[in-house]
């Protein structure tokens, strides 16, 4: 959404068999919004592939948008965007967007959520040596690095857990809802909480609720916010050469 009763709408076009990222505003009525092109603005064009993107509101009109990019010809660096209500960069955001994390290497499957002031919170997967671990980066609204937390990002959930997939969703206290599946000897699915106003510990995922347990495989996650302020959750496992549709609700704060 824009605030405003439009939204918005973000894909992967591709161009010359170069993917690209485009962006397009609808007002209330469905109708492409004033001063926007049929065709949607350009977030990124920038030389190689850009993909799996994913997008959010930034909270104030605009919107996120993080992707996963090889413009340097080399390996996936996951790159973060904040476009304001005209299309164009926010204040402090170079074209074509910002590296969340640099140094790493084979940062793959972005997610962004908002962090309440503008700006927000990337988490990818990147491989760390020992497997897919899960990481996590805040970019203020002007588009710095968030005070204490370090330039290349911090693990949540360290690759010796082999993290196989992850999501993420706002609870009704601005608080951050994560949840990811892991196969470090079973397969588990666990959400744990992350306030953004400070970098995560080392031992955040400890605090971690295990959703499911001991499946021969564990669907990606969804979540969707419920009328008490709670949570949904829904995941597929499948046990048994049987697959089936799991649902949680979970009351506020978590429980």
Not at 95 to 104: H, K, N, Q
Not at 140 to 149: E, F, H, R, V, Y
Not at 220 to 225: K, Q, R, S, V
């Amino acid at each position: 959404p824009d605030g405003q009763g439009g939204f918005y709408a973000a894909w992967v076009h591709s161009q010359r068999d170069e993917p690209a990222i485009f962006l397009q505003r609808f007002n209330d009525c469905g109708v492409v919004a004033s001063g926007w092109p049929a065709g949607g603005r350009s977030v990124c064009i920038a030389p190689e592939s850009q993909y799996n993107l994913a997008a959010c509101s930034d909270g104030q009109g605009g919107v996120l948008l993080a992707w996963q990019d090889f413009r340097d010809g080399h390996s996936s660096t996951v790159y973060l965007q904040r476009i304001a209500g005209d299309g164009t960069p926010a204040s402090g955001w170079p074209e074509g967007g910002m590296v969340s994390a640099p140094g790493g290497r084979e940062q793959a499957a972005p997610h962004v959520a908002p962090d309440g002031a503008g700006g927000g919170v990337v988490f990818w997967l990147e491989r760390d040596g020992t497997g897919l671990a899960l990481r996590a980066q805040r970019i203020t609204g002007d588009g710095i690095l968030a005070s204490g937390w370090p330039q290349g990002g911090v693990t949540l959930v360290p690759g010796s857990q082999r993290v196989g997939s992850m999501n993420v969703q706002e609870d009704a206290t601005g608080r951050l809802l994560v949840v990811w599946s892991s196969s470090p000897g079973q397969t588990t699915l666990q959400l744990a909480g992350l306030d953004v106003g400070t970098a995560p510990a080392a031992d955040w995922a400890a605090t971690a609720t295990t959703l499911s347990s001991g499946a021969a495989l564990i669907g990606d996650a969804t979540m969707a916010a419920a009328s008490d302020g709670g949570l949904l959750v829904a995941w597929s496992e499948t046990a048994g050469g049987q697959t089936a549709l799991k649902l949680v609700r979970l009351a506020p704060g978590g429980a």
